[in-house]
Every structure is written in structure tokens, then in C-alpha cells.
């Protein structure tokens, strides 16, 4: 199958206009010894039909949460996505568009962005929100250097209770700026130890970066943290679970400085990790040194409203090595379907996910304390919780995905140490029946 | 483009009581939110989204989305950018169930089909870029940069070298020095030659121990091939430094040249440009890096390896930069060029870059009589022209002939990139667009020349016929309005 | 264009001499070329700065520009309306878009710079 226009007719006549006689002449300025003159290795072409056949039967190689009960989380999750954002993605003229670069011809994705950013800004709570990052952790990372540029500081504070991967994006982001610091905040019982951070807290602290609620599940003393970050020059920077918003206080009310989070829940599909899209929003003072584009309302020369990438003297393409961020591309076509999500949803609905969510999550929980389950630790919690297993958890994993179940994730991931430490997420679309069966499963397990 | 020139707010359709969404009930027994959540977190006020109908929102994005230029609806020859048709089949392959409803946590026998796949797309473009293995992890080239300049770091920290300078080139586009600076070098510039290539003098003016590598974009940002590339890595290498491949512009050489014989040791490629992904108006892209054996060791785990009998994901990488991403990348997307180059083959591959260079010569070759072309040679699957003439003798910019393309309903080219031509435009058809299509282009770009001349003064009032006239954007940046505030007398229509 | 009074640096800032304070701001060829200026980045009263050093920031919508000041010297006034309204740089580039005043540290610096009619000349 191939996607291109010119007959043999259209070939020959345009070379002939070039003066040219074969395709040969297109490369005479390519030197002998870095032309390829092999053919590359790659499988012969396939038709539309044998492809589509090829790749479902590799699709068909793997276990989709469509087709069992999923209780896995640790930053993906399978929320409900109503069909309306699929379809709304599906619309070439969004997806086959670039950045807005001509806000005449943008209006379209330039107005879903602001939308974008103004719902964001409103289930964080704070003043402004860029155009989205490549994802969570990333945006984590980004905040870390926005924070160092703030602040000039150099000490970077990271919660112990992180996503362990989200940490590792930040250190990898870090490595290169020897002068920079991270260093880990101490967990007690599974949340930020305050008199631990207390203690690291000094004035050569750019950030103190926590995650609501945690990679453990837990939920942080977010307010206590804040209330200790009030008067410090350090940036309070906030990871949060945007379903979680519709529940539990927006970050903004508590003091944070950047809110960022991994977006996917916000109708992305699970897609084996990616694309997702980091969200982003910070407090108005902070709005000239926020990485990534971002979209503003204004005018045309006849008085309509419109919009426009603004604010854009951050960014690469003008500052170059100075740029609050190399970010160029990112994650457009995500935040549209989480705009999508959150219109679809609406007030009432994202509430209701998240109410959901969490009383199913209490429901499983204690089932599962009940039948002699050991939780590693006891704090509240949203939507996940880690128990302790008797077994390894991978195995408790491995034998019920063969049964249709997709049982939580296996903390052993991230860690060899955690191997009989099963994590579990419960989302809005678990019934009671399936978690009843669960219950029974790891009841015989 | 659409009868409806403009759309409300989604907010502003908002009343509450109106639903858009139905969940399942809540079938287990509610507990009183207070007994599960200290009072402190509890949110107080729910957050102002809109309440909306589905049929709104269906209605509110169908016609937001009309009011955009896309590639379904016409020619969009945006240089640097590669905006070729995006197959529809390769849509419906990203969502299949077995790919789009996959955890990134699951065991891995339960996804040996999308390791296969990520296996099997490593080997793919390690052929095509002449390299040995590939890492998914980044979202986009800039992140594909980030990644392949932090190995480049690590390889020179193995060997207990500090170096602290990282070249890019006066033609190179903002994000190799803002990658630069954000992995820790500073970014240092090399000037181009007179035929639009790396100055070799002022390369070796900032050649030392110091410098860790090079970045380029070959065919570079001019549309030309940098024929020097040899002598250019040869002096890299020569200090003991790396060179990077900025694969931006790979659409013009596959199966002609691959970057690794060129000398490169690191490569990003745009999937999002070269293979056929949709650009998603700004994203997601995919900018997955290859390298040569020696930065095999510093690739970010995991690595997809087969052991026979099945794939397995690979974090045995003790010297591993880490993880640059979350998971394992922009997947769907992977799955899109995967499927895009399963359909064309190696020979197919080759046509692509054959036509689009054909291409971007037939249009350079209609064009170079009405505007300035600072660079006559033959060029790759771009070129650039300079609308210099145009604004010394009729007062009209680029930015208005780029504006007066909007009324014939074409995308305009880039503007004003590369830095080192004046009022620049440049142009990238890409391979698919039709003779026709050129042709078209061709004649609305000489009848803007000549109006230029003739009747300039509807060159700078364009556009004429778009959703919004020009907007304005100096008021935007100063007073910056960057959500919707219902409360704003002003925001409302 | 370019007032006889004033002293003029190379990189487009001009200076208003008073005793041994100095008003600065960009000349009418700069705020021309930066075309309309949306966002300024003022220093601190108190800062102190030798002569060329960076003092502030001016930002167009696609362009960034570092200022440079023309003379050693320590920050005692900025104007702070440039913060709201930016645009008075382009509006009145030597009257209310001065950017800052400074006490000057070395006042034998003025002799390095240009009058109106040589900076004027060093323009084409
Ligand atoms: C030459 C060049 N390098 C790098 C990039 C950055 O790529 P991305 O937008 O995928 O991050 C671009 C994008 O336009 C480009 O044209």
C-alpha cells in the first residue's frame, strides 16, 4: 500500500522540467561514500487488508482490559471514557493539524486548549495551565527545573512516596545540572514523616514535591505541608490524581505553587503506557516561567474574539538556549480528549467518578482485610491500596490473568524488595459482583 | 472552510441539572465521605466544569474542529514538519483492543504482541538509520534530543571526562540549543557557509577537548544536503566528540543515506513526521533514538529483548541514564509508523523520499524567479526561499504573503525559520500531494508575488476569508487571558 | 528621533545625565525594531550593575532582548508603570518608557558614548 499520487506520466514530466532524467540526478549532491546503495532490511509491503489482519492478530496476542476485570493502577488507570471522545478525536481536522502556528486557521484546537486550561485550572485550583507535557512524569521533572529557575536554589526535595518512575524521570532530567540536589524526603507508615521534611527544609531549598494522593495510594497531610511552605521561598509542587479532584481539595486551596499530574485518567485509554499527557498549572506570578505553550484569548482586527498561542517568548523557537523548557511538540490531541472527557462529565460526573471510585476502593479494601488480607499501611486513602500477600504477588497476578483477571500490580516492578506486595486500584467501573469474585479468588489464594 | 465562523464557549452552554455522561450505580454500600477522608482534603466546592448535554459537546467540538486547516482538508506545506497524509487504517489499528486496552504493568505474557511489536519496530529503524538499538521512550524529537544528549553525556562520564560544549549550528532550530542547556552544555554556534552547510573553518575556530558533540539536521533546516558531513564527524570524532542526528528532516533519505554511515552516533526520529503519524494539532509525536553499540549501555531501561521464545522487557542496564518517560513511551503511536512501514516496505520507503524531494525541486524550480532563493542547489524534500525582495521593494513581509495564502485555503510554509534568512518561507510539499496540487500552489504563490506588486495593500489586510482576521497578539502577551472566568464581563459575547 | 541631550550606547540604550543620577532607557531605532513590546523585566532598586551588564529584559511577541546599561551603576528608581504598560517604551521611548535611574559609580563612563549625531550615524 502506498500513499502517493504520481504516475509514471507525472514523474517523467516533472524530472524533465528539472532538467533531470532519473532519480539519480535528485542525489548527485550526496557524496558516494554516505550513499546507501543496499536495500534496507524490512518485511515485504502488505496490502490494507493483510496489514490490518497482521497487526490484529498481534493485537490479539495480548490481554486487553476490555475483555477482563482490571484493578491495576500505579499511574495508569482504567477509568470509563464515554464514546463521544473518541469521536471527537477521530475529527481529521483535529487530528491531522499541527500546532496552531496560524491562529487563523487554528481556532479550532486553539480554543480546546484554552477550554483545556481553563478546566484544569479549575479542578486544581490554581490561576493558569499550559498547553499539556509529554506526561506526568516529565511535568514533574519540568516543575523540579522550573522551581531551580524560580528560586535560584538548588535543593530539590522529593517525597520518599512518589511514583518511583516519576522519580526517576526527575533524577534523569537532573543529571545533567551537577550543581542541582534531590534529596529524598523521609515516609513514615507510608506518607511524608512532616517533622522528617521539617528538618530537610532550608534556605537553599528550590521545591518540595509531593504526590496527592501517593504512589502507595496514602494520602498526604497536604495541608499540614502546605502550612509549613508558607512563608518559604521553596515552590510547593503538587502530583495529583486528576480524578481524585473530584472529591478531595484542589491543590490550589492548600497552598501549591505548580500542580501537575499524569492526565491519562481523563479519557485516555490505558494504550500500554502511552500517549498520555502531563497537565500543568501553576499560580500567576509563576505564569512567565512555565514551560510548554500555552493559549490566550484575544482579538481581531474586526473586535471578534479569538485566540492565540501566547506568551510564547518562553519557549524555544525564540529563546533557544535560554527557553524555560526544549519542549516543542506535545501532547495536543490528549488534552482534546480530556477536554472532551471533563465537558462530557461535567461537574456532576467527575464527582461521581470519583465518589465511585473511592467507596468501591473501601468496599474492596475491607473485603479483603476481612477474609485475613494484611494492608501495608493504614492511612486514608482514595482509589488504591497495597496489600500484603502470602505468595509472591507476581504469581497471584500471572494465575489470575489467566482467568480474566488483571489482579493489581506487583510492586516487585519497583522494587525486589516489595515482591509479596500487591497494589490495587479500584476505578468508578468496578461492579460488586466483580469484586466479590475477586474477593474469592484471593480468598482461595 | 464552514458557514459558522465562530463558536461559544463550552462553558456557556453549561446549565445546571444538564448531563452528558451515565455511570454505573454506586452498588456497593456509601459510606459517609468524612469516615473515609480527613475533613481538611475534602473538597468543599466542586470544580466549575461545564453541565452539558452529549449532543452539546458533540455540536460544540464538531464545529470547533471545522474552523481548523488539517491535512484531510487541504495542502499544508509547513516546512520542517512533514505534513503528509496520515493513513486511515493505521487509526483503527492503534485501537484495537489489544493495543489500546493494554496496562503498561500487565505480565508480560499476557502483551507478548506489543513487545513483538516494539522489537520488531526497534530492528526497522535501526536499518533505516544505520544504528544498533532504538529506545521508544521519547514523546517527541525535542525529548528524543534530551534523551540522545544525556547518553552522549554518560559515554563521556564513563570515560571520566567532563566536557562542558555542545555545538549547534547558526541554522539549527531552537530546540537543539535550548536541549543543549537543559542537559547542561553550553550551547555553542558554529556558523554556515556559503552553500548553507556547516562552516568548516568556524568549526574548527571552536573545536577542543571540551566539546562533547555536535548536533545537525541533515538534509539541515535549508533543505540541503550537507555534503561535508564526512570531514565535519571526522573533526567531531577527531577531539573525541559525539555527533547527533536531528532526524527532523528524515523524510528525504530513506534508503538513500543513513545517518549512521554519515558518521552519526545518535539519532532521533520524528515518527509524527517521517512515518506517517498524525501531528494530532501539536501532538503526540514519537522520537524514538537509536545509537551505536558504544551508548548501548546507557539507553534508558527498559529494552525490549527476545530470548527465542518470547519477548521480555530488559532493566538489566546497570549504567542506564534511566527513564525518561513513565512507561515506555507514545505507544499508539509507535503502532501507527509500525503499521506504516509494514504497508510500504523498503522499496516503497524509498519512493517516499524519491517523490517527496521531486517534489520540493519542481515547486523550488517554479518558484526561484519570483522570490529570492539565497541557496541555488539542488535541495531535498524542502527548501527555502526569502521574501527579502518583496519587503525592500513593495513593503510587504513574509508574514503577509503567508497571511494571503490563508484565502486560497493553503497552510502557509514556516515563517521566518531558519534564523539565517531574512524573511524566510519554507516549503515542504511532501510526497503526498499530487502534481495538480503543486501545480495550484505554484500559480497562487506567483499571483501573490505579483500582488505584491500590484496591489500590496491586500497582502498586508490578509486574511480576508478565515474563521478571525489577524488577532491581536501583543495585547494577548501583555494582559494575558488564559482561562475562562465566567464572572469577566469581557470574555462574554 | 534622537534628542541632542541625551548620551547613546551602541546597543540602543540612551542615557539622561542629572548630577550623578542617570535615567536610561532604548532609543526609537530600538522599540522600532522590537516592533510592539508586551513585557519588560525590570531590575530591583538597590541592584547593582557594571557598565554592559544585563539590567533587564525586553520581550516582544517573538522576540527577547537583553538591556544592557551604558553606565556602572546602582539601581535607585525603576518605573513601574512599565509593568502594566509596557507599550509607553514604544509610545515615548525617552519620556514616560524610561526604564530605570541609576547613581552612577564612574561618571567618567560618559565619555565612551555617542552623542545624537554619531549614534544616529552608526545606525545605517
Ligand atoms: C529541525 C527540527 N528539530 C527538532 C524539532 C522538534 O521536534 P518535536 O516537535 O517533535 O519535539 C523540529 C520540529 O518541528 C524540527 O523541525
Known sequence: MKYIPHTKEDIELMLADLGMDNFEDL?????????????????????????????????????????????????????????????????????????????????????????????????????????????????????????????????????????????????????????????????????????????????????????????????????????????????????????????????????????????????????FGGPYLGFFAVKDKYVRRMPGRVVGATKDIEGKRGFVLTLQTREQHIRREKATSNICSNQALNALAAAVYLSAMGKEGLHDAAKQSLQKAHYLYKELVAIGYEPLYTNPFFKEFVIKTKRPAKEIVKTLAKEGILAGVNLDIFNPDWDHYLMIAVTEKRSRDEMDKFVARMGDL | MTAKKREKMIFEYSRAGRQGYSLPKLDVPEEALSSLVPEAMIRQEKANLPEVTEVDVVRHFTVLSQLNHSVDTGFYPLGSCTMKYNPKVNEDIARLAGFAGIHPYQPEETVQGALQLLYEMEQYLAAIGGMDRVTFQPAAGAHGEFTGIMLIR???????????????????????????????????????????????????????????GLMLTNPNTLGLFDEQIHEIAELIHGVGGLLYYDGANANAILGISRPGDMGFDVVHFNLHKTFGTPH?????????????????????????????????????????????????????????????????????????????????????????????????????????????????????????????????????PTVYFPLIVEEALMIEPTETESKETLDWFISVMKQIAKEAQENPDILKEAPHNTPVRRLDEASAARQPDLRWMPMRADQVE | MYPKELKYSKDHEWIRVEGNKGVIGITHYAQHQLGDIVFVELPEVGDEFAVNDSFGVVESVKSVSDLYIPVSGVVTKINEDLIDSPELINEDPYGNGWIVEVELTDSSELDQLLDAGAYEASLD
Not at chain 1, 486487553?64 to 475529527?91: E, K, Q, W
Request: glycine share 10%; hydrophobic share 40%.
Open chain 2, 280 to 412: 494530532g494539532g501539536g501532538g503526540p509525536g514519537s522520537g524514538p533514538v537509536g545509537v551505536k553499540k558504544e551508548l548501548v549501555p546507557y539507553l534508558p531501561v527498559p529494552l525490549v529483548d527476545f530470548d527465542g521464545e518470547r519477548y521480555f522487557f530488559n532493566y538489566n542496564l546497570p549504567e542506564s541514564i534511566g527513564k525518561v518517560h513513565s512507561f515506555y513511551g507514545n505507544f499508539s503511536v509507535v503502532t501507527k509508523a509500525y503499521a506504516y512501514i509494514r504497508a510500504l516496505g523498503a522499496e516503497g520507503l524509498r519512493q517516499v523520499s524519491e517523490l517527496a524531494v521531486l517534489n520540493a525541486n519542481y515547486v523550488m524550480e517554479h518558484l526561484k524567479e519570483d522570490y529570492d532563493l539565497p541557496y541555488d542547489r539542488i535541495c531535498m524534500h524542502e527548501f527555502v526561499l526569502s521574501g527579502r525582495r518583496q519587503k525592500k521593494e513593495n513593503g510587504v513581509r513574509t508574514l503577509d504573503m503567508a497571511k494571503r495564502l490563508l484565502d486560497f485555503g493553503i497552510h502557509p
Open chain 1, 27 to 271: 542525489w548527485k549532491e550526496i557524496p558516494e561514500a554516505v550513499r546507501f546503495r543496499g536495500s534496507l532490511e524490512l518485511p515485504e509491503p502488505m496490502s490494507e487488508y493483510e496489514l490490518f489482519g497482521h497487526l490484529s492478530s498481534m493485537a490479539g496476542r495480548n490481554l486487553s482490559a476490555a475483555s477482563t476485570v482490571s484493578f491495576m493502577g500505579a499511574g495508569a488507570y482504567d477509568h470509563f471514557v464515554p464514546s463521544v471522545v473518541d469521536h471527537i478525536l477521530l475529527r481529521g481536522e483535529f487530528y491531522t493539524a499541527y500546532t496552531p502556528y496560524q491562529p487563523e486557521v487554528s481556532q479550532g484546537t486553539l480554543q480546546v486548549i484554552y477550554e483545556y486550561q481553563s478546566m484544569i485550572t479549575e479542578l486544581t485550583g490554581m490561576d493558569a495551565a499550559n498547553a499539556s507535557m509529554y506526561d506526568g512524569a516529565t511535568a514533574l521533572a519540568e516543575a523540579a527545573l522550573m522551581a531551580v529557575d524560580v528560586t535560584r536554589k538548588k535543593k530539590v526535595l522529593v517525597a520518599e512516596t512518589i511514583n518511583p518512575r516519576h522519580l526517576d524521570v526527575v533524577v534523569a532530567y537532573l543529571l545533567g545540572r551537577a550543581e542541582l540536589e534531590i534529596v529524598k524526603v523521609p515516609a513514615k507508615d507510608g506518607k511524608v514523616d512532616i517533622s522528617g521534611l521539617q528538618e530537610l527544609l532550608d534556605d537553599d531549598t528550590a521545591a518540595v514535591m509531593i504526590q496527592q494522593p501517593n504512589f502507595f495510594g496514602q494520602l498526604e497531610d497536604s495541608r499540614e505541608i502546605g502550612e509549613l511552605l508558607k512563608d518559604k521561598k521553596a515552590l510547593y509542587v503538587v502530583s495529583a490524581d486528576p480524578i481524585s479532584l473530584g472529591v478531595l481539595e484542589a491543590p490550589g486551596n492548600y497552598g501549591a505553587d505548580i500542580v501537575l499530574g499524569e492526565g491519562q485518567p481523563m479519557g485516555n485509554p490505558l494504550s
Open chain 2, 154 to 212: 554518560a559515554y563521556h562520564e564513563a570515560k571520566g571526562e567532563k566536557r562542558t560544549k555542545f555545538i549547534v549550528p547558526d541554522s539549527a532550530h531552537g530546540t537543539n540549543p535550548a536541549t543543549a542547556a537543559m542537559c547542561g552544555y553550553e550551547s555553542v554556534e558554529v556558523k554556515s557557509d556559503g552553500r548553507g552547510g556547516v562552516d568548516i573553518e568556524d568549526l574548527k575556530r571552536v573545536l577542543d577537548e571540551d566539546v562533547a
